[in-house]
């Protein structure tokens, strides 16, 4: 046999098992598909109510089984009718709410091999609201209670409706159906904010003693394009926020604009102020923005800014986020920083007091903290020098941040500050989002 055959020959058994015939590739085994149909993406329902999770999943060979998850714990198995499985199997899935708060559903679906595919989406739980007015007051005409929030506003918190005055009347009229009075439920309503497609950038800059911060913001076209409003906050290293601005039309500028560009503000001038009651003092401050488009979604994006007086433009400590390298997780977190600069060492420590970690929701509420005192940097700690990081996994976590807040599939921010022993601070942020448990 020529040399050329045996090689030949011998090529297509050693790649035999990628090859077939070594004519063409093996076709690649059958992958299940799965959609939640209902409930929309976060819908929202009171406890108690039973909630219908209707999903349809296919595959070539069959869909054998369907699971629904509810925060990481199995609710419920439905198994096709037939032993050799479905190839379009739509079912209808029940969960009966329970507990206040937001909850993520996944849905996923297995074929006869066992390969799986799978869906999620988060809806929210709010209490059922218990007790109505029992004695209506005299010739008292019934106050409507305050429009319910849309998705496009998340409320801040429940308010109270204020009783009705009891001042008797002359008369009393005829009996008149009075509106019930809900007592105010023990938990915010939660309005979901899924992301958009598009982006937004904090532009600061404060060079020479001059301040610069604009923000830009798309959902799929130019700056300003389908976006209803931008939310701006100044803050400080603990997160309190200092002064706030809403902008609803571009250039969304925090100090103002002037023939369609943003102005500065100077050091030293009495317009160096966040607001009229709050001056702009030396040190860092993280700039907070929340962006809301037309259609109820969001993005959010934090920078920090760091403000020397008398102005000094020369900066020798910092700290980056250096892990997760991607902004869209699916699975778990794996949270990592370093730094750098003068005088410090990130490989030992060396002149490094410590370094403060966070998990930061969009409306600011700190889900995770974490401080480390020795490298590396780790958000969810270590075993020692020299370990991995413990990641974050979110199936395994039952959904839940290590404050116990639910995990929600949307956008969070990364915080990390840095503290030089010799007084020094630095400070970065990262946006991420996450898209599932899987």
Wanted: charge should be negative; hydrophobic fraction near 40%.
């Amino acid at each position: 046999m020529p040399m050329k055959a045996i090689y030949w020959t011998l090529s297509c058994i050693v790649i035999g098992a990628f090859v077939s015939a070594c004519g063409g590739s093996t076709p690649a085994p059958a992958q299940p598909a799965t959609q939640i149909i209902a409930p929309p993406f976060g819908a929202v329902f009171v406890e108690g109510e039973e909630v219908g999770v209707q999903s349809v999943s296919t595959d070539a060979d069959g869909i054998t089984r369907v699971e629904l998850w509810v925060d990481g714990k199995l609710a419920q198995t439905e198994t096709a009718p037939s032993a050799q499985g479905e190839k379009q199997f739509n079912v209808v899935q029940r969960w009966r709410a329970a507990g206040s708060g937001a909850h993520a559903l996944v849905v996923r679906a297995f074929n006869a091999a066992n390969r799986s595919a799978e869906a999620n989406i988060p809806i929210a739980v709010n209490p059922r609201a218990v007790a109505q007015a029992t004695v209506p007051p005299p010739a008292v005409t019934a106050t409507p209670p305050a429009p319910v929030a849309t998705a496009t506003v998340p409320p801040a918190s429940a308010t109270a409706i204020p009783s009705a005055s009891t001042t008797t009347a002359p008369t009393i009229p005829p009996p008149t159906p009075l509106a019930p009075t809900p007592i105010p439920p023990t938990a915010p309503v939660i309005v979901f904010l899924p992301p958009f497609d598009g982006g937004t950038n904090i532009l600061t800059s404060y060079v020479g003693g001059e301040l610069a911060l604009q923000v830009t913001a798309h959902a799929g076209g130019e700056d300003g394009f389908n976006i209803d409003r931008v939310e701006l906050y100044i803050q400080d290293l603990q997160g309190k926020v200092l002064a706030s601005k809403t902008e609803r039309r571009a250039p969304y500028c925090y100090f103002g604009e002037a023939d369609g560009e943003c102005t500065s503000v100077f050091a030293g001038t009495e317009q160096f102020r966040w607001n009229e009651h709050t001056p702009i003092q030396a040190g860092i401050y993280l700039i907070r923005t929340v962006v809301y488009s037309v259609d109820g979604r969001m993005r959010i994006n934090e920078s920090p800014v760091r403000i020397t007086l008398p102005p000094d433009d020369r900066e020798t400590f910092f700290v980056n986020i250096e892990q997760p390298t991607e902004q869209v997780l699916r699975r778990q977190l794996d949270y990592q920083a370093r730094v750098s600069g003068e005088g410090v060492n990130d490989a030992n420590g060396e002149g490094i007091d410590r370094v403060e970690m966070f998990v930061v929701e969009f409306n600011g509420n700190v889900v995770s903290a974490q401080t480390e005192r020795n490298p590396q940097y780790c958000g969810f700690g270590d075993d020692g020098l020299n370990t991995p990081c413990h990641v974050w996994n979110f199936s395994q976590r039952q959904g839940k941040w290590p404050n116990g807040a639910p995990i929600h599939l949307t956008q969070y921010l990364l915080r990390v500050i840095a503290y030089a022993k010799d007084g020094r601070i630095a400070a970065d942020s990262r946006m991420f989002q996450i898209d599932g448990f899987k």
